[in-house]
């Protein structure tokens, strides 16, 4: 049983694992396929870390989906500050732009207090 801090129940999952080999490599890949039972779909994770027993193969699974995690909110705070696509032709307008940006994110995008998605505050709470 695993806690799902989104829908804020325990889920029964199981875990998958088995070493594959690719042509080339000369130590095997292991990969991990976390279950999350009838009606979801699992994922599939590739990793080079060797895995001995279950508790390896979730300590793989926790720490992808922490790594996920990181990766959404980068992305997030990345388009709410819109350098998606900066059209700026000099080096010194983009060295201004992510000055600007690094001063100014910490007090727009803090991460929530529950773990979802990252929410815009005010940057001095009343």
């Not at 292991?30 to 979801?40: C, D, E, K, S």
């Amino acid at each position: 049983m695993i806690h799902d801090s989104r829908q804020r129940c325990e889920r029964n999952t199981s875990v998958l694992y088995l070493p594959v080999w690719v042509a080339g490599m000369p130590v095997a890949l292991w990969l991990v396929v976390p279950r999350p039972g009838q009606g979801r779909t699992s994922s599939y994770l590739l990793t080079n870390e060797p895995i001995a027993d279950v508790e390896a193969a979730w300590q793989v699974v926790f720490a992808c989906s922490r790594r996920w995690e990181v990766e959404m909110r980068i992305q997030y705070g990345i388009s709410e500050l819109g350098l998606e696509s900066p059209r700026l032709r000099t080096l010194a307008a983009l060295t201004k732009l992510w000055a600007m940006t690094a001063l100014v994110q910490p007090f727009l995008v803090w991460p929530s207090a529950g773990g979802g998605s990252p929410t815009v505050q005010q940057p001095f709470p009343h």
